[in-house]
């Protein structure tokens, strides 16, 4: 299943990658998205900026979901690269069932005429016969609503500061 998120942000670039490494605007993201995130670990490679977290969700998946993997809860790992084209790549390793579900793509942050696009795109694919499909479905409908979530959060924090455009 393709994943594709656009958000519009009143901001340029520059403020949009100040405010995605804000300790403070990550706190507000994983209140308001519901999930506490650990970074593992963070490093550079070359030009590259390479970090990998564990995402745990506050709330349980769905109950034909949770049967399917064995867990009420889907912790994961993000893996993420952020390139010298400020073009962030990511992969999902699921903490379960790991040989079943891919998820990956990248997010890029664009010019817009009120600032700046952050779009998302990625593929989510759920190799589990009869199901995998329905799974997918859930796992999209939760990816996008976090975006959703992050986006207001990024909103407020962008009208906390006088940023803006500047």
């Known amino acids: 299943m393709n994943l594709n998120v656009r958000h519009t942000f009143p901001c340029t670039a520059d403020v949009f990658w100040q405010m995605f490494w804000d300790e403070e605007y990550d706190a507000m993201i994983s209140k308001s998205a519901g999930v506490t995130r650990e970074t593992l670990w963070d490093r ?15 709330q349980e998946l769905p109950a034909m979901v949770a049967k399917a993997v ?30 079943k579900v891919t998820a990956k793509g ?10 700046v696009d952050r779009i998302v795109d990625g593929e989510i694919t759920v190799r589990i016969p009869l199901i ?4 997918e479905k859930a ?3 939760s990816v996008v609503d976090s975006y ?5 959060s990024s909103l407020q924090w962008l009208s906390q500061r006088d940023l803006k455009l500047a």
Do not use: C
Not at 148 to 152: G, I, L, P, T
């Open 132 to 135: 995998g499909g329905r799974i």
């Open 70 to 99: 064995g867990t009420n809860k889907l912790v994961y790992e993000q893996q993420s690269r952020l390139d010298a084209n400020n073009v962030l790549h990511w992969e999902v390793f699921p903490a379960v069932v790991p040989d």
């Open 148 to 152: 959703e979530k992050a986006a207001e």
């Open 44 to 58: 550079q490679e070359g030009s590259d900026r390479v970090w990998r977290m564990r995402f745990t969700p506050d």
């Open 106 to 115: 990248t997010m890029r942050i664009q010019e817009h005429a009120r600032g």
């Open 139 to 141: 796992i999209h409908k």
